[in-house]
């Protein structure tokens, strides 16, 4: 049974799919409940199950109440892919105290909510599998994507400490850091910054969804479902300035990665 967060869209959608594909039940967690049908009937037509779970992943009552309602339903939790996120392309000085706060909201807290909602479940069960998709940007910022990028390092660091103390309750925890995805994230984010053209990899949001059935099968601490992605996550610990350089290049055109 796997329970998927930001599931109307994108890698979200394509992960429940992918889950279903591979027997797993899925519960459907997101705000928009017209998206959460139609990903549900994809599920269904794959000879899937799929709950429907309408919820804001930034209010930690409705995500309690989502999370019962799938126990009441199939008793357990194996795995828990916390996928839901908002960006935002800004300055620094251009993002308000109010929009920090928002991409905290969601994409940290949204992390944290379900999370903790499911912990007693997998503790009692003596298993589960708990996987935040972060971003490659939760590696190594770049320009214009300070507010977004802090909150995809802090669900890494929510994951390694939360990784440590599981390991004796048989919980696994793990982290995807994905690429820029062709996914509708970026139309519907608000950018106060010209996009720019981007040159660089894109990734369908299927091969993020494999990476991840394949890491709930096998778990690993750290996934990188675009393998060079690694080079640039060792190379901003290695050689910082150097990636300064290279990123000092993108404020002209910044090319936003997921």
């Given amino acids: ?14 992960t429940a799919r992918a889950f279903a594909s591979a027997g797993a039940r899925v519960g459907l967690l997101a705000r928009r409940r017209d998206r959460l049908e139609g990903v549900a009937q994809d599920v269904a037509r794959a000879g899937g199950e799929a709950l429907v779970l ?3 992943v930034a ?13 009441a339903r199939w008793n357990r939790v194996d795995v828990l892919v916390n996928n839901a996120g908002v960006g935002l392309t800004a300055s620094v000085g251009s993002t308000t105290l109010d929009e920090f706060r928002r991409l905290h909201a969601v994409n940290v807290l949204g992390t944290v909510a379900p999370t903790l909602a499911v912990l007693p479940a997998m503790r009692q069960a003596g298993r589960g599998h708990i996987i935040n998709v972060s971003s490659v940007v939760g590696r190594r910022a770049t320009p214009l994507s300070a507010a977004y990028s802090m909150t995809k390092f802090a669900q890494v660091a929510f994951s390694e400490s939360l990784r440590v103390e599981l390991k004796r309750h048989g919980i696994h925890v793990s982290v995807v850091y994905p690429i820029r995805t062709a996914t509708e994230f970026f139309d519907a984010q608000l950018r106060k910054e010209p996009a720019g053209a981007s040159t660089g990899p894109i990734q369908s949001a299927e091969r993020v969804a494999r990476a991840i059935v394949r890491c709930a099968r096998r778990p690993r601490p750290e996934v990188y479902p675009f393998w060079p992605a690694r080079i640039l996550a060792c190379l901003s610990v290695t050689a910082p300035a150097l990636v300064d350089l290279i990123m000092g290049r993108l404020v002209k055109r910044p090319r936003p990665v997921a």
């Fill in 54 to 56: 309408p919820a804001d």
């Fill in 1 to 14: 049974m796997a329970l998927v967060t930001g599931a109307s869209s994108g890698i979200g959608a394509a």
């Fill in 59 to 71: 209010d930690s009552d409705m995500v309690h109440r989502a999370v019962a309602e799938f126990l």
